[in-house]
């Protein structure tokens, strides 16, 4: 599993059929629980090349929401803290913005970035929670805040090699939109 993997499990909370569960966190980014969604789903949309000459493309928005009640369309951007590049991701919500009400989600950790997406217009999340490391060796979870595998905190075990580990969860993760 990956960060992104999981950041979408607690965002959705899915019940078995894949809908939103009812302690989802998509609610704080939103609003509601009532809503559809769609993930990696790609758009067209047409880009000006000059003041004549129009370009398709195609936009893939990590998450697509659609209000029912509303008919509204919100694409969000679900940003880790293990590939971070601000630049990149500015270069996403900008094409979202043409044809959705565009919304990033971003890590705690780089909170500092916040105001460089909300001068551009946009709303912004942070998120922050706790990984689950399984080590491969023992089995056992050991949890902690870092992107990078701990030591296993099974006494017996001891394993410190970071690829004897698999992330296999978060653990109070949340999701608190930058002000």
């Given amino acids: 599993m990956t960060i992104d993997d999981e950041l979408l499990l607690e965002l959705f909370k899915p019940d078995r059929y894949g809908k939103v569960g009812k302690d989802a966190l998509i609610q704080k980014v939103v609003g509601t629980l009532n809503i559809n969604y769609k993930l990696e789903e790609p758009k067209?949309?047409?880009t000006k090349?000059?003041?004549?000459?129009?370009?398709?493309?195609?936009?893939?928005?990590?998450?697509?929401i659609t209000i029912p009640i509303q008919q509204k369309e919100i694409a969000i951007e679900l940003e880790n803290d293990v590939h971070w590049d601000f630049q990149a991701s500015i270069r996403q919500v900008k094409k979202y913005r043409q044809e959705f009400d565009t919304r990033v989600i971003i890590p705690y950790d780089y909170k500092r970035f916040a105001p460089l997406y909300k001068n551009e217009g946009l709303r912004v999340w942070l998120w922050q929670a706790k990984r689950k490391w399984k080590c491969l060796r023992c089995e056992t979870v050991t949890v902690n805040e870092s992107r990078v595998p701990p030591e296993c905190s099974n006494k017996k075990c001891k394993n410190k090699r970071r690829d004897e580990f698999d992330l296999v969860g978060l653990e109070?993760?949340?999701f608190n939109e930058y002000e």
């Fill in 172 to 174: 109070n993760a949340d």
């Fill in 49 to 64: 090349s000059d003041a004549v000459q129009r370009t398709w493309s195609i936009m893939t928005p990590d998450i697509i």
């Fill in 44 to 46: 067209d949309y047409q």
